[in-house]
């Protein structure tokens, strides 16, 4: 049974050759071309439609169910090009797993290992680059940086990390939690490629910069939160501050990396600590605002297995513990000409299994 | 004598009173309309300008110069509302000013004085929040945040950050420091507001986050380079790697900070460590790209003496030893009511002096 049934209906901007760009949405393996219902789906990239809000997201919902349901023209995937679904606005990522945070000082800070005083206190977070935020499918050119002192060459430590993205529709600021819905359309897979080697020498005291903004790949699928349903929230001892309460929803979303042809995790969404109502709520909590378009991801997706993390340098424990691949081959960072897929799938709010898209690179010298 | 005669002619954009966005130049304490030039300074940002190019740049200069020798029309600045000049694409900031990060190094964390082990091989910088760049004379809202475990409210040692904004024309990437003129088109003055108690308690690992992504003011006036000499490179040693080489020229710009009523310092903007031309290479070095509109920041322009510091952390001593201005009060930081005015002057590419415009804000509740 298809993960992109009636049920789903995640949004994307295709073109045909020498096509403009339209939106679409996906049903099965084919997408159906939304230009036909008017007014904000017959615009370009999804924009428009973000900007309207929760009466124009349901209405819309309803529109493209009805047209899925007839027998609309589908286009087969392979016959279209995807495109970035949305103009990025600003893109901030968080670093909400507990799991990973707690690996990433284990591994690179053992002296100072375990979390960082205030990190169950506030959900902690950065600005990343909003122009290399690219379509699942770019080739990732692997980056150049200072790799320690007096260095300078092509990072030997190129990772991943599996992360959700909230695309937010409605501007605003100092938002409650509360506002979580009337604020964010959807949701979109996130692969946050990261150079560890020009992270380490770079990051004090202002944070990752060049480690990080060279790419930054999405799904070319936003999955609308109308098509999800909320599980409970994470159980957050202490309690946090009013401002951040509720918590809202968790979302029970199962995620999964394969690197070349072999799967390596399944980095489960249910474990994040803070949820993205929270993170929402923090980064407009000091007046900043938010706008149509804006992406905020929930940083990287790790589980408390090692086979649920969402980086590499967890996996391999910061290459020391290669892993082995289907094909015989080993790997403790990425190689030239390696791909990495990071998929997802989740019960929908109609109680069936719906597909989140899927986010790939290939890594190019 | 003006500081804004026919060499200097900085560009903004203006509105007279239910009138429409448009391109002016400053002469003296009046704008010139630019939109009867037609083209791209009939738009209602500097956008289209910026992503002409050095010839269409010089075209402009040209066309404009000619216009204000004339005899236009001048409006008073008093009748127009001054705006954004540009729209930002990625906002950056640097923190190239060796007297200020030692400063800070020595404030903030005596048990790590002096400056990081990369600050001499790379210039440290971050990506902050494009929504909340302001256009000049925008009130500033003390920002709320955690400003410790359990605490939460407006921020008690709000400061600001006098720093030197570079306005990117044409996109690219792997920039060359000798790339600095065909893609750079001027600069504008920055107040790069901060919130040092939010910023102490959030910003490891990840860099200052919320403590300054509440508000980043820009004059309304971008100065052309064209208008601008380059002074010689700052003395760098260690030399470089080659990517960082050559330096690019120096600005022997002199900036001024005003609390209130009283001017509290004058930042030397040519005792800055790295030159803009070496950030715009380093920024770009790993493959990221930038696009028009992008504004990258110089960081906070300290001078070595007490009296040329950009910042009231370390004009302060962090609040320890307030300053008094000229109504007889003493400030440690910033109080509800209080304003800021950030100036500038250059010798120009005429020899003589020009102002650089002025950017300032009044901190409200």
Chains 1, 2 share one sequence.
Do not use: C
Not at 125 to 136: C, I, L, M
Not at 193 to 218: C, H, M, N
Not at 242 to 271: C, I, K, M, Q
Not at 312 to 325: D, I, Q, W
């Amino acid at each position: 049974m298809s993960r992109y049934g009636s049920e789903n209906l995640p949004y994307g901007v295709f073109s045909r050759p020498r096509g403009e760009r339209r939106l679409g949405v996906r049903l099965g393996s084919s997408v159906v071309d939304l230009s036909v219902l008017g007014g904000q789906l017959a615009a370009p990239s999804l924009n428009a439609l973000l900007a309207a809000g929760p009466a124009g997201w349901a209405a819309a919902r309803a529109a493209v169910t009805e047209l899925a349901a007839g027998s609309p023209e589908r286009i087969p995937l392979s016959e279209v090009t995807l495109h970035l679904p949305f103009e990025v606005a600003d893109y901030t990522d968080f670093y909400s797993s507990e799991h990973h945070a707690r690996n990433v000082s284990a591994i690179l800070r053992p002296g100072e290992a375990g979390l960082p005083p205030h990190w169950k206190h506030l959900p902690i977070g950065y600005h990343g680059r909003s122009s290399t935020v690219v379509v699942s499918g770019t080739p990732i050119r692997r980056p150049h940086g200072q790799l320690g002192e007096g260095v300078f060459g092509p990072s030997r430590r190129l990772d991943v990390e599996a992360e959700v993205g909230f695309v937010v529709g409605v501007p605003g600021r100092r938002l409650r939690t509360t506002d979580f819905a009337g604020h964010v359309f959807g949701i979109t897979l996130v692969n946050d490629w990261s150079a560890r080697d020009i992270q380490a020498w770079e990051y004090r005291p202002l944070g990752p910069f060049l480690a990080k903004s060279f790419a930054t790949s999405v799904s070319p699928w936003v999955v609308p939160l109308s098509a999800l349903v909320g599980s409970s929230s994470p159980l957050q001892d202490p309690q946090p501050l009013d401002y951040l309460l509720p918590a809202g929803p968790g979302f029970d979303l199962r995620l999964s990396v394969e690197w070349n042809d072999t799967r390596v995790s399944a980095p489960p969404f249910a474990s994040m600590y803070w949820t993205a109502a929270q993170q929402l709520a923090h980064l407009t909590s000091n007046g900043a605002s938010v706008r149509t378009g804006d992406l905020f991801a929930s940083g990287t997706v790790s589980g408390p297995a090692r086979d649920e993390v969402g980086s590499f340098l967890e996996l391999t424990r910061n290459g020391a513990e290669p892993v082995k691949l289907a094909d015989g081959s080993v790997r403790g960072f990425l190689e030239d000409g390696d791909k990495v897929t990071i998929s997802g799938t989740a019960i929908g709010a109609a109680g069936v299994e719906i597909g989140l898209g899927e986010v790939t690179g290939t890594v190019v010298p």
